[in-house]
């Protein structure tokens, strides 16, 4: 039975009486396996497994135990317990009352929504106040749906007084939002939460018992789901130290307030960690206890073994840092499977996994997009491809793609055809063209005259006459393919120029940093920085665009640096490409947000950017529980780690030429000593 398995605190909570009662379930003290024997106690008391309601925030947590449990019940009685997210269970409960109910994704949902703001003519109102976007308007909406439980325009006034003028003109939007949807049928997944409890009100809906898993990470909303079920018993699982999801409308009130909101509630703790060392649990507690202590715990160490004090690694660069992790990693004797580089700020992720592939060290990335398959890194190493070898066809189309109006075909039309200027040799195709005629291909039995057609390719060249071309573009044969057009010329004029200033260098470093610096570059940085900065009404935001425009660049400068130990481009093609051809998907090193990393847990773990301004993140937060929050981060990748912790810290970053001090997460884990200095300009 699940009983036999647990310790006696483990025990003692799942065993506990009916009503109104918390669980602390701290790091790696074993919550899932609580929920399970707290299930299996219900059932041996004799209670229907469908007055059973189990609430989790990820099916994958709700599949699991429901997995456990058919270990010890039959699956006749197990599939009775109604169990998955707030969502899918009341999404379950409302196809019952709405057989028509038609659950829209929020980028669905976003468009009605812009369909009904652009009705609104803001340009007309004499105020001074910038109106929100669309989209913008629409998270506030959800957000506020999410955090509370009073009116939108009474929300919208206590955060953005500022905006008491527009107020008026948001609610007629949020209004008529809601009458859309409503004659469409259409629902969002808060809707499904608000229609639930507008249903568990109208037709009363009992549990003999209501389990909520992560119970720390509830928003309002969810809470008022629970409190209209009014359960007989309620039993819910969760850490207020690990609550890491205020940005997204999650009240950490509703765990900090459990004993004081239901009469006579009961709070257990679970408090021995099976999962980390002594010293990583006394630093993860030295941290943590500077958060305000709602419910005294302290973790207690639950496993025997190899015991490790927690590293701090000290660099001058962050680059340096990625650098010295990897090899590191390359030395260790873990498997890359069990190692996980842990990070605030996605930004990290970049000059992590660019250090791991030099390596040839295979590392799986949740969330993201990888560096190295990144656009703007991509195109670079494509430039670097068709430079050290000419033939690469597929580099030369994926390089001219982002002219306009060339697709595919053109992109390969001007390659042959450079080829056939040159007799074989691409880039004298290019600079110093001997066959000045277009290429044709032999004419196949149904007359079709294949890639080339005399009648349709063959264009004038003085069409590109005055617009400006230098002497160099006008002359060269190309001009003559029609299907080129101005801007494509351009390009192809930016190409040509990249490649005759750049023809003579080997070394990657000056190679990439020349390419950076050239019309051919920027105007792929404006292309992508434009696509990324639009809106879906297809409005560019310029301040989002700019964003883009420094992110690219410093994508780029990064692959730089990365160039710097290399003497020819080959070799250095061969480390970033070749060496990463061979990764399986899904194996290696586990790249990670503190977010992405909740859960899990590995033999050894690096928690990299500890450095004042990144983590904690002081741009973030601002508006997201403040230093508690971050330092609640802190403590929920500390105790990721199960054997080996490395904490890791750059003085500086030579791409934003930025210093850093050391994050004040490693004083108050007593890894350094703080001076005068430091600890004054805190006060």
Same mark, same amino acid.
């Given at each position: 039975m699940p009983l036999s398995q647990l310790n006696s605190q483990q025990l003692n909570a799942a065993t506990a009486n009916s009503g109104k009662n918390l669980i602390i379930a701290s790091a790696g003290t074993g919550k899932t396996s609580t929920i399970v024997g707290r299930i299996g106690h219900l059932l041996n008391s004799g209670i229907d497994a469908s007055r059973i309601l189990l609430l989790t925030f990820t099916n994958k947590a709700a599949a699991e135990m429901v997995a456990r449990l058919k270990k010890y019940f039959d699956? &006749? @009685?197990?599939?009775?317990?109604?169990a998955g997210t707030f969502h899918a269970v009341s999404y379950r409960w409302l196809r019952q009352r709405k057989p028509n109910l038609t659950l829209k994704q929020t980028g669905e949902l976003k468009t009605l929504f812009r369909s009904i703001y652009e009705k609104r003519e803001f340009h007309r109102l004499s105020i001074t106040t910038k109106q929100f976007s669309s989209t913008y308007l629409y998270e506030l909406y959800s957000l506020y749906q999410n955090s509370t439980l009073g009116t939108f325009s009474d929300w919208m006034q206590e955060k953005y007084s500022d905006h008491e003028s527009l107020l008026d003109i948001y609610q007629d939007i949020i209004d008529e939002f809601e009458d859309t949807k409503k004659e469409y049928g259409f629902a969002s997944f808060n809707d499904l939460l608000i229609w639930a409890i507008d249903s568990i009100k109208e037709k009363s809906i009992e549990f003999e018992e209501v389990?909520?898993?992560?119970?720390?990470? @509830?928003? @309002?909303?969810?809470? &008022? /789901?629970? !409190?209209?079920?009014?359960?007989?018993s309620l039993f819910c699982v969760g850490d207020y130290d690990q609550s890491i999801y205020a940005f997204n409308g999650a009240n950490i009130e509703n765990i900090s307030t459990f004993s004081t909101r239901y009469s006579g509630a009961k709070v257990y703790s679970l408090s021995i960690n099976y999962r980390s060392s002594e010293p990583i649990l006394m630093l993860a507690n030295r941290v943590i206890s500077k958060n305000k202590r709602i419910y005294p715990k302290e973790l207690k160490v639950g496993r025997v073994g190899e015991s490790k004090p927690p590293r701090l690694l000290v660099f001058d660069t962050l680059f340096e840092q990625y650098q010295s992790i990897a090899d590191r990693i390359k030395r260790s004797q873990t498997s890359y499977d069990n190692i996980s580089i842990i990070f605030r700020n996605n930004s990290s992720a970049d000059g992590l996994e660019a250090s791991l592939r030099e390596l040839n060290i295979p590392c799986k990335r949740k969330g993201g997009t990888s560096f190295f398959d990144a656009k703007e890194i991509k195109f670079i190493l494509d430039l670097l491809f068709i430079i050290n070898n000419p033939k690469d066809l597929m580099a030369f189309i994926h390089i001219f793609e982002y002219a306009k109006n060339v697709g595919a075909a053109l992109?390969? &039309?001007?390659? #042959?055809? /450079?080829? $056939?200027?040159?007799?074989?040799?691409?880039?004298?195709?290019? /600079? !110093?063209? @001997?066959?000045?005629? /277009?290429?044709?291909?032999?004419?196949?039995?149904?007359?079709? #005259?294949?890639?080339?057609?005399?009648?349709?390719?063959?264009? #004038?060249?003085?069409?590109?006459?005055?617009?400006?071309?230098?002497?160099?573009?006008?002359? $060269?044969?190309?001009?003559?393919?029609?299907?080129? &057009?101005r801007e494509?010329?351009?390009?192809f004029e930016n190409f040509y120029n990249l490649i005759k200033d750049t023809k003579n260098i080997t070394n990657p470093y000056i190679m990439i940093r020349n390419i950076i610096d050239s019309k051919l570059y920027s105007y792929l940085v404006d292309r992508l920085s434009t696509q990324r900065g639009k809106l879906k009404t297809g409005e560019i935001d310029e301040r989002k665009k700019e964003e883009s425009k420094k992110r690219i660049i410093n994508k780029a400068r990064l692959l730089q640096e990365l160039s710097k130990p290399y003497d020819n481009i080959g070799r250095f093609l061969n480390a970033m490409i070749l060496g990463g051809g061979e990764l399986s998907e899904g194996e290696g090193v586990n790249l990670l947000t503190v977010h992405a990393s909740k859960g899990l847990e590995f033999e050894d773990v690096y928690i990299v950017d500890l450095s004042d301004g990144r983590f904690p993140n002081r741009k973030l937060m601002s508006g997201n529980g403040g230093i508690d929050e971050e330092r609640r981060l802190f403590y929920v990748a500390v105790t990721r780690a199960?054997? !080996?912790?490395? #904490?890791a810290f750059a003085k500086y970053d030579k791409i934003r030429k930025q210093e850093y001090k050391p994050s004040q997460f490693l004083y108050e884990a007593k890894l350094l000593k703080e001076d005068k200095e430091d600890k004054e300009s805190k006060e």
């Open positions: 699956s &006749e @009685t197990i599939d009775k317990i109604e389990l909520v898993d992560e119970y720390q990470d @509830t928003n @309002t909303l969810q809470e &008022e /789901l629970i !409190n209209a079920l009014n359960p007989k992109s390969k &039309e001007i390659y #042959l055809s /450079l080829n $056939h200027f040159g007799e074989g040799d691409l880039i004298s195709g290019l /600079l !110093n063209p @001997t066959i000045k005629e /277009l290429p044709k291909l032999n004419k196949v039995n149904n007359r079709q #005259l294949g890639l080339f057609d005399d009648c349709n390719e063959i264009g #004038l060249a003085s069409r590109f006459a005055f617009m400006g071309f230098k002497k160099e573009t006008l002359e $060269h044969p190309i001009i003559k393919i029609s299907k080129i &057009e494509s010329l351009q390009y199960k054997t !080996n912790l490395f #904490l």
